[in-house]
């Protein structure tokens, strides 16, 4: 969870707190794009977080050991990424500032590389 706190609060004014009793990371202190999952649904280790149009679909279809549909918040589009497997970081790094992107402000989405 380190590796992820580490990667949510390196991008442009993010806060965590906990959020239905688990570390959630929000921009500007409002919306939500990370939500950790601790066993909190199921036995297994993972991220909620937003994703672009499609991606979703995409990786589960890819590698439904890797990423599935989360509840509550998939039908939105949502993705779910186990944590509790090898992990590729780079490529969680990716997906955490697409989930950014996704909800930041134009403004605050722009200053990401």
Same mark, same amino acid.
Do not use: N
């Given at each position: 969870m380190e590796r992820l706190r580490e990667l949510c609060l390196a991008l442009p004014e993010t806060t965590e ?9 929000? %921009? ?5 794009? !990370? ?24 990786? %589960? ?19 779910? %990424?186990?944590?509790? !497997? ?5 490529? %969680?790094?990716? @997906? !955490? ?5 996704? @909800? ?10």
């Open positions: 707190r906990l959020s239905h009793g688990e570390p959630t990371w929000f %921009v500007r202190g409002k919306k939500t794009f !990370v939500m950790f999952a601790d066993h909190h649904h199921d036995d297994r280790l993972a991220f909620w977080c937003a994703a672009p149009p499609g991606a979703q679909e995409e990786l %589960v279809a890819e590698d439904p050991e890797r990423f599935f549909r989360p509840p509550y918040v998939g039908h939105r589009g949502w993705l779910g %990424v186990y944590l509790d !497997v090898e992990v590729d970081w780079a490529e %969680v790094a990716e @997906i !955490v500032a697409d989930a950014y992107r996704r @909800i930041a402000p134009k403004s605050l989405a722009a200053r990401l590389p």
